[in-house]
């Protein structure tokens, strides 16, 4: 646990906020404090990390499973620092497994080489070999996370990113009186790594999840499972910050907590104009900051706090609910009722389209003289891209079980995206792109049709590795639209190394000429990671500021399994603080 320091180490005290909340949580969970603490530490510059990859077993629903945590916590340990503090992990793969891992939403200004991405901007991390990710938070406060990104490593390899304001800023909301991480994630009861290697051999859909989970635990719903279940303590009249994060691997979530309305303040690290909402919705990949203002009195109740699935597709979901108790604490002269009253949130139905039209339309910029909405005004290039399901013809001799006896694909555009053998960021940077990548992918659709109407007899894909090269500060506007392909889906799509703006989005398929009218230019949400309406679109503009290779994919990780994928080559810029820099000496090789 972490004490108070005294004045020269409050910095380390910064390292482990509100410790307490999680110590509640058991052995299983967090231990926010347990790294070393390097002199620099104290002086809140640079933050040393060292990750462990290693097996834990856990057992959940009854199962236990040999899986991959980082130092021995799942879910993972969380990575705190403030605005503007430079982070070293040394991560080390003690597993037989190849490693990387990714830090969800940081911009990586100038820091390509650590972004993580396998066979992007690195090769994996092999058995027995350790890789130093080194960057600086530049610009961001709020909440990120991290994950592994090879294969779905990522379903026990999760953690959060907390960034604090620098010292002596203060939120633009009311301070809090404790901090809690909730992190929302999917329990296997098998491998997933067999799950979606029997899936791309087959070409069927992959095996659904068995559970949902907060912090880990999946929750009383399920059978053999009710020891297994989050509790957040409480105060009444306090107000409470949670950081929710969804980690899960394939499916948005809907979020509520019975009798109490949310105020969600920030996303994706980026502060809001504060809304009410009684549910919410997170897809893979983002982030929110909520309020939680506790009753003004002892409820004499307990709450739920339960998430579902929000899925709009034609294949089999998880459609199971997971549940932590908001548990008040008993004031001194009430003596500890077991029986109090337990109430449960409605959520919404699991294809409320209409529902999460209306709730992302809530999303807006703080857009003030501090935090501004930098949102270009001028677009140097115009991009259009379907994103949707397809599908790949079966090998001869074989059986497939997708659609009418092919494979289940994915794709942008209709390039279904091939990671290549050698990272495409060492590629770049050394001019050894000939046979690893080509940068003609195409702009717009090769065959125009009606996207979101009835859709064409022929579903198959083309297959490649192919990015679209920018040159540095290209504004760049980009439309996404959903496709009716094997079914109309919401596709929460993950653009690393930027920020983007959603400009606009809405349903059916995006019109040229009448919909950039109503564009939002001065305050829409800027995020990293924003869903593409089921049949329907998204638009959004960003600044190509960020020298490197830089990954776009579906964060419905059977998406990015099937293609669903395509990546951004952005050019030195004239200055030395613009360009790439060369690749550390530690680099893993392929």
Known sequence: MCKKKNRQEREREMSCPNVPSFASMGALLFGLCVLSLSPEFAVGITRHYTFNVNYLNVTRLCHTRSILSVNGQFPGPPLVAREGDQVIVKLVNRVTNNVTIHWHGVRQLGSAWADGPAYVTQCPIQTGQAYTYNFTITGQR??????????????????????????????????????????????????????????????????????YTINGLPGPFYNCSSKDTYKLKVKPGKTYLLRLINAALNDELFFSIANHTLIVVETDAVYLKPFETDTLLIAPGQTLNVLLKTKPNFPNASFFMAASAYFTGIGSFDNSTVAGILEYKHPSHYSASKNLTLFKPTLPLFNATNFVANFSG?????????????????????????????????????????????????????????????????????GKSNGVYTTDFPTQPL?????????????????????????????????????????????????????????????????PNKDPAKFNLVDPVERNTAGVPAGGWLAIRFLSDNPGVWFMHCHLDVHTSWGLRMAWVVLDGPEPNQKLPPPPSDLPKC
């Open 362 to 430: 809530k999303f807006r910029s703080l857009a003030n003289a501090k935090f501004p909405a930098n949102v270009p005004q001028t677009v140097d290039r115009k991009f259009f891209f379907t994103v949707g399901l397809g599908s790949n013809p079966c090998p001869q001799n074989t059986t497939c079980q997708g659609p009418n006896g092919s494979k289940f694909a994915a794709s942008i555009n209709n390039v279904s995206f091939a990671l290549p053998s050698i990272a495409l960021l060492q590629a770049h940077f050394f």
């Open 447 to 511: 065959v125009q049709f009606n996207y979101t109407g009835t859709p064409p007899n022929n579903t198959h894909v083309s297959n490649g590795t192919r990015a679209v090269v920018l040159r540095f500060n290209t504004s760049v506007e980009l439309v996404l639209q959903d496709t009716s392909i094997l079914g109309a889906e919401s596709h929460p799509l993950h653009l690393h190394g930027f920020n983007f703006f959603v400009v606009g989005q809405g349903f059916g398929n995006y019109d």
């Open 142 to 211: 709020g909440t990120l996370l991290w994950h592994a990104h090879i294969s779905w490593l990522r379903s026990t390899l999760y953690g959060p990113i907390i960034i604090l304001p620098k010292r002596n800023e203060s939120y633009p909301y009311e301070k809090p009186h404790k901090e809690i991480p909730i992190i929302f994630g999917e329990w296997f009861n098998v491998d997933p790594e067999a799950v979606i290697s029997q899936a791309l051999q087959t070409g069927a859909g992959p095996n659904v999840s068995d559970a």
